[in-house]
């Protein structure tokens, strides 16, 4: 599975970005697909989850300015995101849990980053 995430960039406090990611998972079956964030010295972390039927969880620190969703292409998600702030500036990855045809093990895979940076 490959995912390929663009769409980072400088904003100013209080404005949007929106980040896509598309997977290319010729073989697999995708599951959920998900956002994380990480910066320096800090472990990364989870900020949304769309599973395959739709269902979407946020983390406390996003919900309500973030939106996670899918696209029309397949194995397409976007994460819109609000009234940043200068918290918000990090490197955004994209993950997807996926299995083989066939098989029922679930692997992780990730997205090679975009930053984004919001001035104050």
């Known amino acids: 599975v490959q995912l390929q995430a663009s769409g980072g960039g400088l904003v100013q406090a209080g404005g949007s970005l929106r980040l896509s990611c598309a997977a290319s998972?010729?073989?697999?079956?995708?599951?959920?697909m998900a956002w994380y964030r990480q910066t320096p010295g800090k472990q990364r972390e989870l900020l949304a989850v769309?599973?395959?039927?739709?269902?979407?969880n946020y983390a406390d620190s996003v919900a309500g300015r973030f939106t996670i969703h899918r696209g029309n292409a397949k194995n397409t998600v976007y994460l819109q995101m609000n009234s940043l702030i200068p918290e918000d500036t990090a490197v955004y990855y994209c993950n997807t849990k996926a299995r083989r045809l066939g098989r029922s093990y679930i692997n992780d895979y990730w997205g090679q980053g975009t930053q984004v940076t919001v001035s104050s």
């Open positions: 998972a010729t073989g697999f079956i995708i599951d959920a």
């Open positions: 769309i599973a395959d039927g739709g269902t979407t």
